[in-house]
């Protein structure tokens, strides 16, 4: 039996899309559920860094995921500034986070 609570698609999206977003696809101030035709873009993306930090990975091994994510699979090559690894910190932190709340069953 799980401890764990299990995991909601829609906080995982809350977050990836409003801190991540690595393709850019969100106007700023809008909402995924806006954009229905690619709300899932990022999903296995957010359920695996969720999934493995819950089980075993620290942040930084949530932020290089998400960094090898960006720059390999999605081809967006090496960041160009900063702010790439700042977003993909500020998202694996905020799972982290997620994933830590306690759960009462």
């Given at each position: 039996m799980?401890s764990?609570?299990?995991?909601k698609?829609?906080?995982?999206?809350d977050i990836?899309?409003r801190e991540w977003?690595?393709?850019?696809?969100?106007?700023?101030?809008?909402a995924?559920?806006?954009?229905?035709?690619?709300?899932?873009e990022?999903?296995?993306?957010?359920l695996?860094?969720?999934?493995?930090?819950?089980?075993?990975?620290?942040?930084?091994?949530?932020v290089?995921?998400?960094?090898?994510?960006?720059?390999?699979?999605m081809?967006?090559?090496p960041?160009q500034?900063?702010?790439?690894?700042?977003?993909?910190?500020?998202?694996?932190?905020?799972?982290?986070?997620?994933?830590d709340e306690p759960?009462e069953?």
């Amino acid at each position: 039996m799980s401890s764990h609570a299990p995991l909601k698609l829609s906080r995982l999206r809350d977050i990836g899309w409003r801190e991540w977003d690595p393709i850019g696809l969100l106007p700023a101030g809008t909402a995924w559920e806006s954009y229905p035709e690619f709300a899932d873009e990022y999903d296995r993306y957010l359920l695996e860094a969720a999934s493995r930090l819950r089980r075993d990975w620290a942040v930084s091994d949530a932020v290089d995921y998400l960094m090898s994510i960006a720059s390999g699979h999605m081809g967006l090559g090496p960041p160009q500034d900063s702010s790439a690894s700042k977003r993909a910190e500020v998202t694996a932190t905020a799972i982290k986070a997620y994933v830590d709340e306690p759960f009462e069953a």
